[in-house]
């Protein structure tokens, strides 16, 4: 499903609202404490904005290939998907971080249905707990990752 239009953020500032662990200027954002510099939904410093994590960030639905539904913008799903990044046995994995304590219902079925569909495995997170949705070799190897105190993507 490609789009002819490219997608921009708008209003949407999940990914700076304190639902990735990132750092931005010595400044921690984690759940519960927002980038200081996102301010009314806007970034304060956007033209100053630093190299990593910001410019570097790839959101899965701003992606040009996106194949996620208009309704599925973070903000509105409650949900963040990573662009895929990383393959497991030569099959794409997506990753999905929650806005809140959870994807919406609607989002995460939608998403899982689709992964079925086009042989994509899926990792995605409800409160601090990681899930695995694919073959269950994957969805193993995933929670022996996390046994391990690894992230499910591997570093």
Same mark, same amino acid.
């Given at each position: 499903?490609?789009r002819?239009?490219t997608r921009?953020?708008g209003?949407c500032t ?5 639902w ?11 759940k519960?404490?927002p980038? #200081?510099?996102?301010?009314a939904?806007?970034c304060?410093?956007?033209p100053?904005?630093?190299q ?7 959101c ?6 996106s194949?996620?539904p208009d ?5 509105q ?10 393959f497991?046995? =030569? ?8 806005? =809140?304590?959870? #994807?919406?219902?609607?989002a ?12 994509r ?6 409160g ?5 949705? =694919? #073959? ?11 046994a391990?105190?690894?992230?499910p993507?591997?570093?």
């Amino acid at each position: 499903m490609s789009r002819d239009v490219t997608r921009t953020c708008g209003s949407c500032t999940a990914c700076c609202d304190g639902w990735l662990q990132i750092e931005v200027r010595g400044h921690k954002v984690r759940k519960g404490q927002p980038c #200081p510099f996102s301010i009314a939904h806007r970034c304060s410093i956007y033209p100053e904005r630093p190299q990593h994590p910001c410019r570097e960030f790839v959101c899965g639905w701003l992606v040009a290939s996106s194949p996620l539904p208009d309704w599925m913008r973070p903000d509105q799903s409650s949900m963040i998907m990573l662009a895929a990044n990383f393959f497991w046995r =030569g099959l794409p994995v997506d990753v999905v971080v929650p806005v =809140g304590e959870q #994807p919406k219902k609607k989002a995460l079925d939608w998403l899982t249905r689709f992964c079925a569909e086009n042989r994509r495995l899926l990792v995605y997170q409800i409160g601090d707990e990681w899930f695995a949705f =694919g #073959p269950p070799m994957f969805q193993t190897d995933i929670a022996s990752r996390l046994a391990r105190g690894e992230t499910p993507w591997g570093d």
